[in-house]
T-cell receptor, first 113, second 111 residues
């Protein structure tokens, strides 16, 4: 059974903290994605990676960075958390580099106070 | 700019058929996907269209008309468990705005 796991289900951080969100997939997929999901806005792509150490910006990369040192792991970093980064963060992986057949993790609900 | 439009809410009766529409305005389009998301759950992939026409997967079908920049998801023999949010998503030939998701349609099923 395919699986994407995320390090935390819920996370509360203070403004200005550096935050790490981890995502691991066990499907040997080349492509991994980070989204944020906010009510009424759907999913918005933050960053994606099509290979180890390779990354591309999505629609809303400002305030975020990513790291992919191993094929199975894709990390999202909030360099200095702000209240407007309070959101649900979803990680996904796929054999393709588009929206086709992505497998999503359960999400991390991040609250920044 | 790039945009997708889908209705925010749809209500239907158990056993009936419902259609969820998605219109898009985007350059570099090459495919339309559909995802289902139950409350508190992760999105799960349902269907994909790259060419015009209907793709059928069990009770779910998806349609695409590239000339009309329009697609829809058709759900037949509705069951209560189909109550969820449904998202369309466009793939683009572009590294920026490469994948665009719609804001989602919340489907409520009545007995």
């Amino acid at each position: 059974d395919v699986k994407v796991t995320q390090s935390s289900r819920y996370l509360v951080k203070r403004t200005g903290e550096k935050v790490f969100l981890e995502c691991v997939q066990d499907m040997d997929h080349e492509n991994m994605f980070w989204y944020r999901q906010d009510p009424g806005l759907g999913l918005r792509l933050i960053y994606f990676s099509y290979d180890v150490k390779m990354k591309e910006k999505g629609d809303i990369p400002e305030g975020y960075s990513v790291s992919r040192e191993k094929k199975e792991r894709f990390s999202l970093i909030l360099e200095s958390a702000s209240t407007n980064q309070t959101s649900m963060y979803l990680c996904a992986s796929s054999l393709q580099d588009g929206a086709y057949e992505q497998y999503f993790g359960p999400g991390t609900r991040l609250t920044v106070t | 700019g790039q945009s997708l439009e889908q209705p925010s809410e749809v209500t239907a009766v158990e056993g009936a058929i419902v259609q969820i529409n998605c219109t898009y305005q985007t350059s570099g389009f090459y495919g339309l996907s559909w995802y289902q998301q139950h409350d508190g759950g992760a999105p799960t992939f349902l269907s994909y269209n790259a060419l015009d026409g209907l793709e059928e997967t069990g009770r779910f079908s998806s349609f695409l008309s590239r000339s009309d920049s329009y697609g829809y998801l058709l759900l037949q023999e509705l069951q209560m468990k189909d109550s969820a949010s449904y998202f369309c998503a466009v793939d683009r030939y572009s590294s920026a705005s490469k994948i665009i998701f719609g804001s989602g349609t919340r489907l409520s099923i009545r007995p």
